[in-house]
T-cell receptor, first 112, second 114 residues
Framework: GAGVSQSPSNKVTEKGKDVELRCDPISGHTALYWYRQSLGQGLEFLIYFQGNSAPDKSGLPSDRFSAERTGGSVSTLTIQRTQQEDSAVYLC??????????FGPGTRLTVL | AQSVTQLDSQVPVFEEAPVELRCNYSSSVSVYLFWYVQYPNQGLQLLLKYLSGSTLVKSINGFEAEFNKSQTSFHLRKPSVHISDTAEYFCAVRTNTGFQKLVFGTGTRLLVSP
């Protein structure tokens, strides 16, 4: 079946602009996670959604970052007023039983 | 809180040689352990996992890892590597309850040369 998909695959933006990154999880997966992979910080957890529960936002680095998940499926990660330190690969993962997370290909964000 | 340490940032090895990628973790509660692999310009793929039961787990492409609770380690081994094994390998841990985030190590780049 189809895996986790993310769009766009690459995004170049100017400092101060807002960006939206999209994640389509595997159908039927109730949990969705966002991670960030950057040279200086490695792989960091950002946020996760589980069903209708309140999301765990404990990894979001600042209030410029937010995410939503509509209808228990597609998720959008929004970064407002982007900064150069936001440049990274943003990875989305989904999970059904909670044990194994399946990752998408990522969105490479470059902030000029 | 959990943490993962991968002491080797890069491991160069010749084709057909054995390799061990080290992973140590810290946690005050029981955990699940994972190895993910990231090939160049690709996303993360699960290589193998330890949830419970036998402490030795194996992947379909010849890698294996052993959970050692007393040493809090989950080292990855392969007796004979191929050029195609060149990739970055990440060790990860999460608590064994509910839907929990993965905590990753900093990764080890395996470089296999002919």
């Amino acid at each position: 079946g189809a895996g986790v998909s993310q769009s766009p695959s690459n995004k170049v933006t100017e400092k101060g602009k807002d960006v939206e990154l999209r994640c389509d999880p595997i159908s039927g997966h109730t949990a969705l996670y966002w991670y960030r992979q950057s040279l200086g910080q490695g792989l960091e957890f950002l946020i996760y959604f589980q069903g209708n529960s309140a999301p765990d936002k404990s990894g979001l680095p600042s209030d410029r970052f937010s995410a939503e998940r509509t209808g228990g499926s597609v998720s959008t990660l929004t970064i407002q007023r982007t900064q150069q330190e936001d440049s990274a690969v943003y990875l989305c993962a989904s999970s059904r039983g909670g044990n194994e997370q399946f990752f998408g290909p990522g969105t490479r964000l470059t902030v000029l | 809180a959990q943490s993962v340490t991968q002491l080797d940032s890069q491991v160069p090895v010749f084709e057909e040689a054995p390799v061990e990628l080290r992973c140590n973790y810290s946690s005050s509660v029981s955990v699940y352990l994972f190895w993910y692999v990231q090939y160049p310009n690709q996303g993360l793929q699960l290589l193998l996992k330890y949830l419970s039961g036998s402490t030795l787990v194996k992947s379909i492409n010849g890698f294996e890892a052993e959970f050692n609770k007393s040493q809090t380690s989950f080292h990855l081994r392969k007796p004979s590597v191929h050029i195609s094994d060149t990739a970055e390998y990440f060790c990860a841990v999460r608590t064994n309850t509910g839907f929990q985030k993965l905590v990753f190590g900093t990764g080890t780049r395996l470089l296999v040369s002919p």
